[in-house]
């Protein structure tokens, strides 16, 4: 999804349209939570004014989050409306105020980061698994979960010596 300034100034009379299926599999090294993520969706179209070119974009796509209650996988379904605008030349004077506007580095406009960027604002703060209440898996990467029973029937393996200093011999 990158355009020189001179394709783009090509398509002005013909049209951009959008419709391609994107790899963003990368998004899970840059926040860990992101399990997994399946090909992302992208449609839309460019829409051209004077010295400027508009995004306006719907992103679909699916990833796995952990469940913030049991950390067991849960799939959530995104569907993301956004819109984003570049300007087309550098000697165009904008606002340096607008952060809506975005300028096109080395004559290339990559709208991928772009994407990416609206699919991590929209990962949730928390999220549920359905079915499980209250449920958490008995144990984990480096962990185990202790409940009131399970504590008083272990006993610290540090201090197993000292069960037997009681014992009569």
Same mark, same amino acid.
């Given at each position: ?9 090509? =398509?002005?009379?013909? /049209? =951009?349209?959008? !419709? ?12 860990? #939570? $992101?399990?997994?993520?399946? *090909?992302?969706?992208?449609? /839309? ?7 400027? $070119?508009?995004?306006?974009? %719907?992103? #679909? ?10 950390? &067991? ?14 300007? =087309? ?9 607008? !952060?809506?506007?975005? /300028?096109? %580095?080395?004559?290339? *406009? !990559? +709208? *991928?980061?772009?994407?990416?960027? &609206?699919? +991590? =604002?929209? $990962?949730? +703060? ?5 079915? $499980? ?10 962990? #185990? +979960?202790?409940? #009131?029973?399970?504590?008083? %029937? ?8 000292? &069960?037997?200093?009681?014992? !009569?011999?």
């Amino acid at each position: 999804m990158k355009w020189s300034v001179q394709q783009l100034n090509t =398509l002005k009379n013909k /049209g =951009l349209k959008i !419709d391609e299926m994107v790899d963003v599999s990368d998004l899970n090294k840059v926040n860990q #939570e $992101i399990r997994d993520i399946s *090909l992302v969706h992208v449609k /839309g179209e460019g829409v051209f004014s004077n010295h400027s $070119i508009t995004f306006p974009l %719907e992103i #679909e796509g699916e990833m796995t989050l952990p469940c913030s209650r049991t950390l &067991a996988d849960v799939s959530f379904p995104f569907q993301i409306q956004t819109s984003e605008t570049f300007k =087309l030349h550098d000697w165009i004077g904008f606002d340096d105020h607008d !952060d809506d506007l975005h /300028g096109i %580095e080395n004559d290339t *406009l !990559d +709208l *991928l980061p772009y994407i990416k960027q &609206a699919i +991590l =604002l929209e $990962i949730p +703060l928390q999220i549920f698994c359905e079915g $499980i209440e209250g449920e958490a898996p008995p144990s984990g990467n480096d962990w #185990e +979960l202790l409940t #009131e029973e399970t504590k008083k %029937e272990r006993i610290d393996p540090r201090l197993a010596g000292l &069960a037997k200093f009681f014992d !009569d011999k």
